[in-house]
């Protein structure tokens, strides 16, 4: 069965960010995976981790700086996810590192974080990540620095930890980093694994921004193939760039590959996007305001009218009806779908 990593548009916009730090025009980067500028504000939507591989890469190469991993991975938590400020709101370290081991495939369908304890050691171990060294190297870095600074949150502003091991080859760059400074670190392992001292696990919670934290309804980990491809065209739609060949490329298959496997499913591709078309077009119709020639258009439709004939063909009536019965306005249409 075909399986499709995901995980949350955030994390490229922290990359994005750190490498605009160093020149690099961030559109463009975004642009070079095919995505629009739009992106960045929809930070819970999910793409493809080889399309999040290649934004990296292309980053590295515009930027030159090998430790863009790190520099986004340190950016401050409280302006994170409400995930995060919820990791950063547990009493002890022990139930934060537990909240972070439960919930990470939430963010990130490829995390595979355990917290294992021995009596004399505890390691925060993060799963093995698919994707080439350089990729791997930035992912496991960003893991690395956002985890350092979730633990300095009980063990102190300077702790580090005394090993560390990585799964990507050695690097000049990451080793004489300041965020491994005095690290005892073993590179080419099978996953990134962080070594913590078990006292440490008891201690408060301290030095945490008073943040309100609203208990956000997460969204359900993506694990089957055509849920998950939902969630790319999602957000290729959201982005402009939800067609065929774009979808295929953005996971990574072939385009031939992409139809065979959803016919196994016994669906094409366009019966997938119009779907998701008209799920994004509900949710949309339920807020007041955006005008249907809007969202037609942000649908990637030429004209209204081909909107409104599709809409009313997989829901049994038109936008503007269907407006009307979300505001309450009449109740005599069966909406379908």
């Given at each position: 069965?075909?399986?499709?990593?995901?995980?949350?548009?955030?994390?490229?916009?922290?990359?994005?960010?750190?490498?605009?730090?160093?020149?690099?025009?961030?559109?463009?980067?975004?642009?070079?995976?095919?995505?629009?500028?739009?992106?960045?504000?929809?930070?819970?939507?999910?793409?493809?981790?080889?399309?999040?591989?290649?934004?990296?890469?292309?980053?590295?190469?515009?930027?030159?700086?090998?430790?863009?991993?790190?520099?986004?991975?340190?950016?401050?938590?409280?302006?994170?996810?409400?995930?995060?400020?919820?990791?950063?709101?547990?009493?002890?370290?022990?139930?934060?590192?537990?909240?972070?081991?439960?919930?990470?495939?939430?963010?990130?369908?490829?995390?595979?974080?355990?917290?294992?304890?021995?009596?004399?050691?505890?390691?925060?171990?993060?799963?093995?990540?698919?994707?080439?060294?350089?990729?791997?190297?930035?992912?496991?870095?960003?893991?690395?620095?956002?985890?350092?600074?979730?633990?300095?949150?009980?063990?102190?502003?300077?702790?580090?930890?005394?090993?560390?091991?990585?799964?990507?080859?050695?690097?000049?760059?990451?080793?004489?980093?300041?965020?491994?400074?005095?690290?005892?670190?073993?590179?080419?392992?099978?996953?990134?694994?962080?070594?913590?001292?078990?006292?440490?696990?008891?201690?408060?919670?301290?030095?945490?921004?008073?943040?309100?934290?609203?208990?956000?309804?997460?969204?359900?980990?993506?694990?089957?193939?055509?849920?998950?491809l939902r969630e790319v065209i999602r957000t290729g739609l959201l982005a402009g760039t939800a067609n065929?060949?774009?979808?295929?490329?953005?996971?990574?298959?072939?385009?031939?590959?992409?139809?065979?496997?959803?016919?196994?499913?016994?669906?094409?591709?366009?019966?997938?996007?119009?779907?998701?078309?008209?799920?994004?077009?509900?949710?949309?119709?339920?807020?007041?305001?955006?005008?249907?020639?809007?969202?037609?258009?942000?649908?990637?439709?030429?004209?209204?009218?081909?909107?409104?004939?599709?809409?009313?063909?997989?829901?049994?009536?038109?936008?503007?009806?269907?407006?009307?019965?979300?505001?309450?306005?009449?109740?005599?249409?069966?909406?379908?779908?």
């Open positions: 069965m075909v399986h499709v990593p995901l995980l949350k548009v955030r994390y490229a916009i922290a990359f994005i960010h750190a490498a605009e730090a160093h020149g690099a025009n961030g559109n463009k980067l975004l642009a070079g995976v095919g995505l629009r500028a739009n992106v960045l504000e929809m930070p819970e939507a999910w793409m493809s981790y080889s399309q999040f591989a290649y934004l990296i890469e292309a980053a590295i190469a515009k930027t030159g700086c090998h430790t863009l991993g790190l520099e986004a991975g340190i950016a401050p938590r409280s302006s994170h996810s409400e995930f995060s400020k919820l990791t950063l709101r547990a009493p002890m370290l022990y139930q934060s590192l537990n909240r972070i081991c439960a919930n990470s495939s939430r963010e990130d369908t490829s995390a595979r974080f355990r917290l294992r304890q021995d009596g004399k050691h505890a390691w925060l171990k993060c799963g093995s990540i698919a994707a080439t060294d350089e990729a791997v190297r930035q992912i496991e870095t960003y893991r690395y620095a956002a985890l350092v600074a979730v633990i300095r949150c009980a063990a102190g502003p300077d702790w580090l930890p005394a090993h560390a091991n990585f799964q990507s080859t050695a690097s000049e760059h990451v080793a004489h980093s300041a965020l491994l400074s005095g690290v005892a670190v073993e590179f080419g392992q099978t996953e990134l694994s962080i070594e913590i001292a078990p006292t440490l696990l008891g201690r408060a919670m301290s030095d945490v921004p008073d943040v309100p934290v609203r208990r956000s309804k997460y969204s359900q980990q993506p694990i089957e193939f055509v849920e998950s065929l060949d774009t979808t295929a490329r953005t996971i990574s298959l072939s385009r031939r590959t992409l139809q065979r496997t959803l016919s196994e499913y016994g669906l094409t591709y366009s019966q997938l996007l119009e779907e998701v078309k008209l799920e994004l077009a509900k949710s949309w119709l339920e807020k007041d305001g955006k005008p249907i020639a809007e969202i037609a258009c942000d649908l990637g439709y030429t004209y209204s009218t081909h909107f409104t004939r599709a809409f009313r063909r997989m829901s049994g009536i038109s936008p503007s009806e269907f407006r009307d019965v979300i505001r309450g306005d009449v109740g005599e249409y069966h909406v379908s779908g």
